[in-house]
């Protein structure tokens, strides 16, 4: 992980991946006798089963780094897991909230009783405010008091890759913050037992420890749901949101790559595919029959 600078959630995932090959393997743990072949009949098996292109890929590259791990340490001499490569998918377009219903979600949250609905309506809207991935709002690499500069009205956040950037926040995300910050977290917090250690967390669960990345997405479901949105919903949808969002506004492309700490702008131009009302009006002004 340290000489890849993978994420604790990408080497979660690979722990799991590699427990999976191993148990289709009855248990095998003498890896120098596997073959390509049999890791040819492991990968499609993976293909009957109903997982997306996108899980397929994400296995198959932890056995071919897990293999490359072996020959570093010197377990078996070659790797038989190189030839694998990650099925062929076009990449599905994320889901997004129009602007109105984010706010009916932002005010479904603050509906919520006591210090949580305080807390889930700023954790939401700063996610929303300034495009984060879930794991960047909470869990281990999650945002803490230290990342906050409200006076300076910015974000300091930690993305893939150990990567830092820094991102503006708009006067009333910062209002809400320092609401939040003054009159609920203290109250969350207190609850937390005595000799748990850690930096307290910048948004603690209702027994005063941080949240998790499950939490914050019990949380997004059950205020979606008090919202009435019928919207499919993923970690991800605010992010999508946000990034979309800020394309229709007029934003340009590299400005948003760098907000969401994109390593490539076509990751982000699958957002420009998402929304079709500036095409629409480029053509009418441009086309001399429009």
Request: charged fraction near 25%; proline fraction near 7%.
């Amino acid at each position: 992980r340290a000489e890849r600078g993978l994420s604790p959630n990408t080497i979660a995932a690979y722990r799991t991946d590699l427990a999976q090959l191993a148990l289709f393997f009855h248990g095998q743990d003498d890896w120098s006798r596997t073959s390509p072949r049999d890791l040819d009949r492991y990968a499609a098996w993976l293909r009957k089963q109903a997982y997306a292109p996108s899980s397929i890929a994400r296995k198959l590259a932890a056995i071919r780094s897990f293999f490359r791990f072996l020959v570093e340490e010197a377990v078996v001499d070659t790797t038989p897991a190189d030839h694998l490569r990650p099925p062929r998918a076009g990449r599905p377009l994320p889901h997004v909230l129009g602007e109105q219903e984010v706010v009916a979600l932002l005010e479904a949250a603050e509906a919520g009783p006591g210090p949580e609905g305080v807390r889930d309506r700023a954790m939401l809207e700063l996610t929303y405010a300034a495009g984060l991935r879930v794991s960047e709002v909470v869990g281990p690499q999650g945002l803490g008091l230290a990342g906050l500069s409200l006076d300076g009205g910015w974000v300091r956040v930690l993305g893939k890759g150990s990567k830092e950037r820094l991102v503006p926040l708009y006067p009333g995300i910062v209002d809400r913050l320092r609401a939040y910050l003054r009159d609920a977290r203290p109250v969350l917090a207190a609850r937390a037992k005595r000799g748990r250690g850690g930096p307290p967390a910048l948004f603690p669960n209702a027994r005063g420890r941080a949240m998790t990345r499950q939490g914050y997405w019990l949380v997004l479901k059950r205020c979606a749901a008090r919202a009435g949105l019928t919207t499919h919903l993923s970690p991800h949808t605010l992010r999508h949101s946000f990034a979309t969002h800020l394309l229709r506004g007029g934003a340009p492309l590299r400005h948003v790559q760098e907000l969401l700490g994109h390593a490539s702008i076509a990751t982000t131009q699958i957002y420009t595919h998402l929304d079709d009302t500036q095409v629409r009006e480029a053509y009418a002004g441009a086309h001399p029959r429009a």
